[in-house]
């Protein structure tokens, strides 16, 4: 009877220890954020509202994490409606068409303390490619508050619009053909 209650444990335990856990991005405390160089001598930056992301992990670290991600185009802001309301225009995004721009990572690569190359099928206005950005992961913690556990990443990088034919009318000297990408976020262990 020991030994059965012993391998009982046993199962349970490694299963406990192996299970994937999913995680939620808590929007109110995350932001997807982008910025272009305008005429080569200024940033503009924007963002997008409406996002939803989720990470599935074995390990504690992250270290073998899928992230997916789906954002509402539209949602696009520069804090300039008429400059927004262009960029959802036909002339950028064609959000009317290419209403979801999507992300599945398919590899996480250490890169150093807490830091990853995060490596992905990026959907954008109809054309899928791989990318790759910096992940840092910034630590798990319980909220004094609400005793939710609570991870923090920050995702960083750069994406070239032309590889997305995203303002082909646009050239590179009136809006950089590199964009920037920043993106914080806390995710809440589900």
Same mark, same amino acid.
């Given at each position: 009877?020991?030994?059965? %209650? ?14 994937? +856990?999913?995680?939620?991005v ?7 954020? %982008? *910025?272009?160089t305008?005429?080569? @001598? ?18 504690a670290? %992250? ?11 539209? *949602? @696009? ?13 036909a002339?950028? &995004?064609?959000?009317?068409k290419?209403?979801?721009?999507? &992300?599945?990572s398919?590899?996480v ?20 490619k ?10 798990? @913690?319980?909220?004094?508050?609400s ?8 995702? +960083? ?30 995710? @809440?262990k589900?």
């Amino acid at each position: 009877m020991k030994k059965l %209650f012993s391998f009982g444990v046993a199962v349970l335990l490694s299963i406990s220890l192996f299970a994937q +856990t999913t995680w939620k991005v808590d929007p109110m405390h995350s932001k997807l954020t %982008f *910025s272009v160089t305008h005429l080569g @001598i200024s940033d503009v930056a924007g963002l997008f509202k409406t996002f939803d992301v989720t990470a599935v992990a074995k390990q504690a670290d %992250f270290s073998d994490a899928v992230f997916e991600l789906s954002v509402d185009v539209a *949602s @696009i802001n520069t804090e300039v409606q008429m400059r927004d309301d262009h960029l959802r225009s036909a002339d950028f &995004f064609e959000v009317e068409k290419y209403a979801k721009m999507t &992300f599945k990572s398919t590899s996480v690569k250490k890169s150093g303390q807490n830091k990853y190359q995060l490596t992905g099928d990026l959907t954008l206005h109809g054309i899928t490619k791989p990318v790759t950005m910096d992940l840092w992961y910034r630590g798990t @913690i319980e909220n004094p508050q609400s005793k939710a556990v609570i991870s923090g990443f920050q995702l +960083t990088g750069v994406l070239k619009r032309s590889d997305f034919n995203i303002g082909p009318k646009f050239p590179a000297p009136m809006i950089s053909d590199e964009v920037q990408i920043k993106a914080d976020g806390e995710f @809440i262990k589900q």
